[in-house]
């Protein structure tokens, strides 16, 4: 009497998902295997977003089922036709539902197997076919992703020559792809700056700027517009601007930085001694830009510096600059600029305060510690840890488009022809030393947040939303990860003994921290708390962190004259000869800002296809606990969002670059 199997195959929703070929399925289980079935018919059965039902007859019961094999023939039409397979539900006839959650292309007419969706380790395998499904996998992840060297010194990429190169897993779907072509194509065009891409020439004003800043504007932009040369607003960017990564709480004066109590509380009580116990002295210092080499542009050398800043919190808690030494090493042509000088000696200062603050974030803190690190996360997550592992299920969201946004940022930006390249105070020679000498300055607690603030000695500073909304995110995602990963690794030794995932975190730190000097970042995980701190700054820095500093780019740099690309002026040596013809001749040529301009709206402007944290259409996970911690994930996001909206309905400038609602899953941007 023969027995039958309901088969249902979920054909994904990408475009081009759909295949004309003859689709063929086996089922294993524990008390044998079936035929190889067909399942399709001359029509194309299994089309973008199908559901197809098809029977499996066997002449008895197999058994708990463990694996299904799948394989497609090629068609005399279509010899290469891709298929992207989301999932395949198998109910036995005992009633016994039994789910496989693939979500991957199948390019070949090679039999592909894929286990029953339960998340295992290696060690609980019981079964040489499940075992086998491991072996598969891995050996055909590695065979697909390789690693390549970009440049000496730096992290390890995807090897990839071109975007065709990479395989389908890990590339837009089709209308991303067009979406993207389409904005890099438009991005001039809809700012209305078309024609004065090519325009050479200086800003004769300030009123000039505002013609091209009229085209397209932010509620913050406006705003940063309003408020660029106010100190107050020079001081909340380091807390809440696209760049909250310098700022650090000041104990002691550093050297080469002789500030007195004469040059900032001239006529006051104060101390610089006192305030400094007090913890309301701040510094920001952009050493790591000490010595590059500026770019050239349009034949004209650039210039960029590397400054020391010096801040005061006041009584009523705004963040004021007090001082501001544009090079590292003291001297007569290198003064300290103070508030009290005049309004454009000031004003000159902190533009080239800003302009090194643009470098080092869009470098080390954007490009290196989001983009680049994420890369590392993913090839060594694809490569060493097969589809049924926890942690592959966990983290795959948030891998979603790393590898071709990195690819095209490596061709589009920061290549040779790159706009950044072209157009940036560091572009060049300059980059490569500032990416290098920012790798070197990881650390792991740098990556943690909450080590990271109070590294820093920032757990107290008020109005640090970014600070703030972070460490209630990260305390959102580790309760997420503890719940989910707990399930999985009941003690220590299980960690120990997962050599898939011994595997995967030697990958990230071999790739990834490729420097010399001695670093903290982990080379093997030995307890589940190492482990779940480990996933958790993972998950942070592809989500939370990228948004924190990517997002808000078009809002702070749109209005050029507060976050200046490049400098076309040397920094000023004496005091008391600035004039307003003398930042102007200092800002960027029209050129390099509307490219400017043009990249970081493109960067900032959110895909139509987004997948925001928490959200996770493809369902990898089958067992009740995740799936459970996945609701309770979400909820608390929710929850979250809700306290940032209230909150920030009572701010003058509200801070929404951490609210779950805008933070994307992955380095998709």
């Known amino acids: 009497m023969l027995v039958v199997y309901k088969v249902t195959v979920y054909t994904g929703d990408a475009a081009h998902a759909s295949t004309f070929h003859n689709v063929y399925i086996t089922l294993v289980g524990t008390g044998g295997q079936s035929e190889s079935v067909e399942l399709t018919s001359w029509l194309p059965s299994f089309h973008e977003r199908s559901v197809k039902n098809c029977k499996v007859k066997c002449s008895k019961p197999l058994g708990e089922l463990l694996v299904i094999i799948l394989r497609k023939e090629h068609h005399i039409l279509f010899p290469n036709s891709p298929w992207f397979v989301a999932k395949v539900e198998v109910k036995s006839p005992m009633?016994?539902?039994?789910?496989?959650?693939?979500?991957?292309?199948?390019?070949?007419?090679?039999?592909?197997?894929?286990?029953?969706?339960?998340?295992?380790?290696?060690?609980?395998?019981?079964?040489?076919?499940?075992?086998?499904?491991?072996?598969?996998?891995?050996?055909?992840?590695?065979?697909?992703?390789?690693?390549?060297?970009?440049?000496?010194?730096l992290p390890h990429i995807m090897e990839a020559e071109t975007c065709s190169a990479l395989p389908l897993d890990v590339r837009f779907y089709f209308t991303k792809e067009l979406e993207m072509a389409y904005t890099a194509v438009k991005a001039l065009v809809e700012l209305k700056l078309v024609e004065l891409a090519?325009?050479?020439?200086?800003?004769?004003?300030?009123?000039?700027?505002?013609?091209?800043?009229?085209?397209h504007r932010t509620e913050i932009s406006d705003y940063v517009h309003d408020h660029w040369k106010e100190d107050s607003f020079f001081g909340y960017?380091?807390?809440?601007?696209?760049?909250?990564?310098?700022?650090?709480?000041?104990?002691?004066l550093p050297q080469n930085f002789p500030v007195t109590d004469e040059m900032v509380f001239?006529?006051?009580?104060?101390?610089?001694?006192?305030e400094m116990k007090k913890g309301n002295i701040f510094l920001c210092d952009y050493k790591i830009l000490d010595g590059v080499k500026a770019n050239i542009v349009n034949g004209k050398q650039q210039y960029l510096v590397a400054p020391l800043v010096l801040l005061h919190k006041t009584p009523d808690d705004k963040l004021m600059?007090?001082?501001?030494?544009?090079?590292?090493?003291?001297?007569?042509?290198?003064?300290?600029?103070?508030?009290?000088?005049?309004?454009?000696?000031?004003?000159?200062?902190?533009?080239?305060?800003?302009?090194?603050?643009?470098?080092?974030?869009?470098?080390?803190?954007?490009?290196?510690?989001?983009?680049?690190l994420a890369e590392v996360f993913t090839v060594a997550l694809l490569r060493h840890l097969p589809m049924m592992h926890p942690l592959y299920k966990l983290l795959m969201p948030h891998t979603r488009y790393t590898l071709m946004i990195n690819f095209l940022a490596r061709k589009l930006l920061i290549s040779d022809t790159g706009v950044f390249t072209r157009f940036a105070s560091s572009g060049g020679e300059g980059m490569l030393t500032i990416l290098r000498e920012a790798l070197s300055s990881v650390t792991y607690r740098s990556l943690c947040l909450p080590d990271d603030i109070s590294d820093r000695g920032l757990e107290d500073v008020p109005n640090f939303y970014y600070r703030d909304d972070g460490l209630k995110l990260w305390n959102i995602i580790y309760r997420f990860v503890k719940g989910t990963l707990s399930f999985y690794y009941k003690d220590d030794k299980m960690v120990q003994d997962d050599q898939a995932l011994q595997e995967w975190i030697y990958a990230i730190y071999s790739n990834g921290f490729t420097s010399e000097k001695k670093t903290d970042i982990p080379m093997r995980l030995n307890t589940v708390k190492e482990l779940l701190k480990f996933v958790t700054m993972v998950i942070f820095t592809c989500s939370a962190q990228h948004s924190a500093v990517n997002s808000g780019q078009y809002d702070f740099i749109g209005w050029m004259p507060n976050t200046p690309v490049s400098l076309e002026g040397p920094p000023p040596s004496r005091k008391g000869e600035a004039t307003e013809a003398t930042m102007l001749d200092t800002f960027p040529s029209i050129d390099v800002t509307v490219h400017g301009m043009a990249t970081v709206w493109l960067l900032s402007k959110q895909s139509s296809d987004s997948e925001y944290l928490g959200n996770y259409p493809e369902q990898r996970f089958t067992d009740k606990v995740p799936l459970e911690k996945i609701k309770t994930f979400k909820q608390q996001l929710k929850n979250l969002h809700k306290q940032i909206k209230k909150r920030n309905k009572r701010l003058e400038l509200a801070y929404t670059y951490l609210d779950p609602k805008v933070v994307e899953n992955s380095v998709s941007l």
């Open 237 to 252: 960017q380091f807390l809440n601007g696209v760049n909250p990564m310098v700022i650090c709480r000041c104990r002691a």
């Open 95 to 153: 009633g016994d539902i039994y789910l496989f959650p693939i979500y991957k292309w199948i390019t070949d007419c090679e039999e592909h197997y894929f286990r029953e969706g339960s998340a295992v380790l290696f060690s609980q395998e019981k079964h040489d076919i499940t075992k086998l499904c491991w072996t598969k996998d891995i050996v055909e992840q590695q065979r697909l992703y390789n690693w390549a060297e970009y440049k000496s010194g």
């Open 266 to 274: 001239k006529g006051s009580n104060q101390r610089l001694k006192d």
């Open 198 to 215: 090519e325009c050479k020439e200086k800003f004769r004003s300030i009123e000039d700027i505002q013609c091209l800043y009229s085209c």
């Open 321 to 372: 600059p007090i001082a501001i030494q544009l090079k590292q090493t003291p001297a007569k042509d290198n003064p300290i600029f103070l508030p009290t000088d005049s309004e454009w000696d000031w004003l000159l200062a902190k533009t080239f305060v800003r302009n090194a603050d643009f470098n080092l974030h869009q470098l080390s803190f954007h490009l290196l510690r989001t983009h680049l």
